[in-house]
C-alpha cells in the first residue's frame, strides 16, 4: 500500500519501504529520508520541465533511495 499527498510544493510517499518528505523551493528541492534504503537529508536541483526525480522512481521510496546518488548526479551535470 502507498500513501501519497502531493502539492505543489510538498510531496509526502509513504509506502511499505519508508517515508519521504520532498519539498521543492525555487531552484532546489530538498528530500527527507526515512526509509529501509537511506535516512538523512538530500539536495537536488529541480528539473522543470522534466520529470523531476519522484516521478522518474515511480513514487517507489525504496527505489529513490537506491537511486538517490545516480539520479541527484545527473541533475547536477545537465
Do not use: H, Q
Not at 18 to 27: E, M, N, P, Q, S
Not at 40 to 51: E, R, S
Not at 64 to 72: A, D, F, V
Amino acid at each position: 500500500m502507498r500513501l501519497m499527498n502531493e502539492a505543489t510544493m510538498f510531496k509526502f510517499i509513504i509506502d511499505g519501504s519508508g517515508a519521504i518528505l520532498a519539498v521543492t523551493a525555487r531552484r532546489r528541492s530538498y528530500f527527507f529520508f526515512l526509509s529501509t534504503t537511506k535516512v538523512g537529508v538530500g539536495i537536488a536541483p529541480i528539473t522543470d520541465p522534466l520529470p523531476g526525480i519522484v516521478e522518474m522512481c515511480g513514487y517507489d521510496v525504496g527505489k529513490i533511495g537506491r537511486s538517490w546518488n545516480r539520479l541527484s548526479r545527473a541533475m547536477l551535470s545537465s
